[in-house]
């Protein structure tokens, strides 16, 4: 029995001595396991940091395509006219030009006439080359959408309801009317 008891001791170093060999191999297994999720902790505080930075850039960069659209925009306002004033300076100088012929001694009532009509004709295409449309409906039907009846005149010879005079020429920019054309209405 002494014999035993000897090997009991044997087998409980050895039980014991595989309880630390697990526990080595359990430590030895955690420690690259907390080594993992460390790295990972840190790749994704850093990837979270990375991607507040492209936050604030992306944030910043659309606070200044506001800032620069709003610039065009009031530029746009401001210089929308540019090309029709430029334009309408032409009329101006053909106005100053008859002016200026009228003003001489040996000007004539037929001299004057003929550059106020040529005046007229650049204003026309001026107002043309922008969209302005003359409304001239003399001899036309009367349309109340266009036309504004300043008068109505019975005429038997004339068709009813007919434009018979333009007193004021009407326009339209693009389509849509800016002025109606005043005219005289057969009844």
Known sequence: M????????????SSTEKEDIEAAIKA?????????????????????????NKLLRSQA?????????????????????????????????????????????KATVKHIIEGLEMTDKVFLSTLEKFGVEM?????????????????MVPMPDKNSNSVLEVVQFGFTLNGRLVRPAMVVVVQ
């Open 135 to 151: 409304i001239s409906p003399e001899g036309e039907t009367f349309n109340p959408e266009l036309h504004e009846a300043v008068i």
């Open 2 to 13: 002494t014999k035993k008891k000897p090997e009991n001791k044997n087998q409980k170093k």
């Open 61 to 105: 960069e659309m606070e200044n395509l506001k800032r620069r659209n709003a610039k065009d925009v009031e530029n746009a306002h401001k210089f929308a006219l540019d090309g029709f004033v430029k334009a309408l300076l032409e009329v101006k100088d053909s106005l100053s030009m008859g002016i200026k012929t009228a003003q001489e001694e």
């Open 28 to 52: 030895a297994s955690q420690t690259p396991q907390k080594d993992d999720l460390q790295e990972q902790l840190a790749q994704a505080q850093q990837s979270a940091k990375d991607n507040w």
